[in-house]
């Protein structure tokens, strides 16, 4: 058999060789990174539709790579998930996130600030303790702690999973379900669990003034959420007609690119006094 152009043979295969040789060279300088002061933490703020106000910010992780440049943590996060590097790079996104919203509270009063927290952490035996520590530690207070979990927490042990939250719920932390209606959700779950909020996934907010099976879907979860006395935020919010049909179906916390990207610290400090006073 002779391939009939060979050069095309080799294209493919070189990219798959170099989509390879990435990813074990990422996985190696991971371990290096943290030392190495290359990952940052962006932040991007959960407005309250109605008065303006920005109530909340999500921590969003960087990794800018000495030689590829930013690397998303779509592509780096999975690597760490995998070798058992998210739980101290978990550590580090919670240390500095407490220490870095502390900062901030002088410009905007009880600002409060999600994590993101991979269900390998939570796997950890001694999670709740490890949060309360960081707690501790930094100062914070624990009201404005939110953690952000993914349906995929529902494929543990559902009763450590329980105590888990329950423990961190008892001790004032906010506990958020994210990208919901992707994934293991179940409605059953959102009964059972204490949440506090339910993040709805930015595909079902894509363009939702135009699709009608969206809209019947984001008004069943709002109800649903409106009957557990969850909150409700919309997540990927891009336009002012998607923002539109939220208010009209009363969710309220709108987070997306409408209103501003992940900023830096920095950014989020100028963003925050002029939005805020
Ligand atoms: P996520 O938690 O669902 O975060 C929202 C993602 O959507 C972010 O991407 C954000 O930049 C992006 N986004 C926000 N508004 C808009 C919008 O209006 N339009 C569009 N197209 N995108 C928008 P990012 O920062 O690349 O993060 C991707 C995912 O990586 C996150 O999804 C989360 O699952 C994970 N991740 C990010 N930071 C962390 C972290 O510190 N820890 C853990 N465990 N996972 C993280
Ligand atoms: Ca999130
Ligand atoms: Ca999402």
């Known amino acids: 058999y002779q391939p009939e152009d060979t050069r095309l043979y080799h294209f493919y295969s070189q ?22 002061n290359e990952f940052q933490l962006y932040y991007q703020p959960q407005v309250n539709a109605i ?16 030689e590829y440049g930013m690397i998303p943590p779509a592509e780096f996060i999975p690597i760490a998930e995998e070798s058992g590097f998210i739980i101290p790079l978990g550590e580090w996104i919670l ?20 994590v993101n927290i991979s269900a390998c952490q939570l796997k950890t035996a001694n999670f709740s303790e490890k949060i309360m520590e960081i707690i501790t530690e930094t100062g914070i207070a624990p009201e404005l702690l939110e953690l952000e979990l993914t349906e995929t927490i529902f494929i543990q042990d559902i009763e450590s999973v329980k105590q888990k939250l329950t423990a961190l719920s008892n001790q004032g932390i906010k506990i958020s379900i994210d990208d919901f209606g992707t994934g293991y959700s179940s409605f059953k779950y959102l009964q059972e669990f204490s949440f506090h909020n339910l993040k709805i996934e930015r595909y079902f907010i894509s ?50 690119y409408f209103f501003s990207p992940p900023l830096s610290i920095e950014e989020l400090k100028k963003f925050l006094s002029r939005n805020n006073s």
């Open 15 to 36: 990219e798959i060789l170099d989509i390879f040789f990435r990813k074990v060279i990422l996985e190696t300088d991971l371990h290096y990174a943290l030392d190495r």
């Open 207 to 256: 363009n939702i003034d135009h699709f009608k099976n969206k809209q019947a879907l984001v008004k069943s979860i709002i109800q649903t959420a409106d009957n557990l006395k969850l909150n409700i935020i919309a997540e990927g919010v891009e336009t002012k007609k998607e923002l539109d049909w939220l208010i009209n179906n009363n969710c309220e916390i709108v987070q997306g």
């Open 95 to 114: 240390k500095t996130a407490c220490t870095q919203i502390q900062t901030l509270q002088s410009v905007v009063n009880n600002l409060n600030i999600a």
């Open 51 to 66: 008065t303006g106000k920005v109530i909340c910010v999500e921590a969003l992780i960087r990794w800018k790579h000495p």
